[in-house]
């Protein structure tokens, strides 16, 4: 007899058996997609995982394609729903075959690589922004360091004060998942970043005016900091968002909104609901773009964005083919 669970609580048994076998990037994407998943079935009023059956599937697709997601995000949901159904029908919670009534959309090429990336005008606006009305405070330092530097938020994170070595402008990045940050790709990760002078100068005004001195019980010190401990992904997140709202800094609204009456305006936890708001991954694409703007050569720049060449070019890469072709017509005029 399959025994009466409810989709909250598989899904807290589903992600508590997964948190030791996965990475903690792929435990926060099942616990996000899973999320929108027990939302659809609370609307449903679906009380039993036992419930689920194949027009509920149907419908979940279609939900969440009509909040305007991208295929490729809609496609990686619905492969988290098909483990996580998997795993019922293991616990005897579903019947046998149901997962596989999961069909997943076919991308093109397209769809395959995500395309939301920062333009150049809008990263530099922000920066006068900063520059002008919060000179040196974290959320300045921090998106400028990733702009200038190409580092992923959770590389951010796990800087430490020490690892800050402002006379030789250079910022070590160490992995270390014993106190709890590790880096993306582990040991391979860890190398050296050089800083431009500016960014030295930023740096260093926050450390002296802005940044709380903050000991962990690990004895480290973290770089970017909070009143009460090291700055996390999620206030990282929210502070990107935040300063990405066009009417944060030009003061109006692209999609015709009464900025007064808007939620994403006047509320900063609901700063990620403007549609022109973005987290700091598309800011880390912008960077990499405006780097091989720069001529940088795809395999220094695959160092220091710690990004394979050919991930750098089939996701990273967001420029237009004219872009790319004056930035290749300097080797022609050199032969």
């Known amino acids: ?53 194949g027009y509920h599937l149907k419908q979940y697709k279609l939900r969440r394609r009509g909040q305007g997601i991208k295929e490729v995000t809609l496609k990686n949901n619905l492969s988290t729903l098909r483990v996580f159904l998997r795993w019922c029908e293991q616990a005897e919670l579903l019947e046998r075959g149901t997962a596989e009534l999961v069909q997943l959309p076919k991308l093109d ?31 300045h330092a921090i998106f400028q360091l990733i ?16 690892d800050y070595l402002s006379s030789r402008k250079q910022i070590k990045i160490r992995h270390r998942p014993e106190t709890g940050t590790p880096l993306k790709n582990g040991i391979e990760a860890q190398r050296k970043i050089n800083i431009s002078d500016s960014m030295q100068e930023v740096l260093d005004d926050y450390i002296e005016g802005h940044r709380h001195n903050i000991v962990e019980e690990s004895g480290r ?41 808007c939620d994403a305006a006047v509320r900063k936890k609901d700063s990620s609901k403007c549609p022109s708001s973005m987290s700091p991954h598309p800011l ?51 032969l």
């Open 147 to 162: 702009w200038h530097t190409c580092l992923r938020m959770g590389t951010v994170v796990a800087i430490d004060l020490e």
């Open 109 to 139: 090429e397209d769809d395959r690589v995500s395309d939301d990336t920062l333009s150049q005008d809008r990263v530099e606006d922000i920066l006068d922004y900063f520059y002008k009305f919060e000179y040196a405070q974290r959320r």
């Open 284 to 334: 880390r694409r912008a960077a990499i773009t405006y780097h091989l703007n720069q001529e940088w050569p795809n395999e220094k720049l695959s160092e220091r964005a710690n990004v394979t060449v050919d991930v750098l070019e089939d996701h990273y890469d967001t420029r237009q083919e004219d872009e790319k072709a004056v930035t290749r017509k300097q080797y022609l005029d050199n």
């Open 1 to 53: 007899m399959t025994p009466n669970v409810t989709p909250k609580q598989a899904v807290e048994d589903f992600l508590a058996e997964r948190e030791g076998e996965v990475s903690k990037a792929s435990h926060r994407n099942y616990k996000y997609a899973l999320k929108e998943l027990l939302r659809f079935c609370e609307n449903q009023g679906i009380e039993e995982v036992g419930e689920i059956h």
């Open 221 to 261: 010190e973290p770089l970017f900091t909070t009143r009460n401990q090291r700055v996390s992904r999620t206030a990282l997140r929210k502070n990107t968002y935040g300063i990405t709202r066009p009417c944060k800094v030009h003061g109006g609204c692209p999609h015709n909104r009464t900025i007064e009456e």
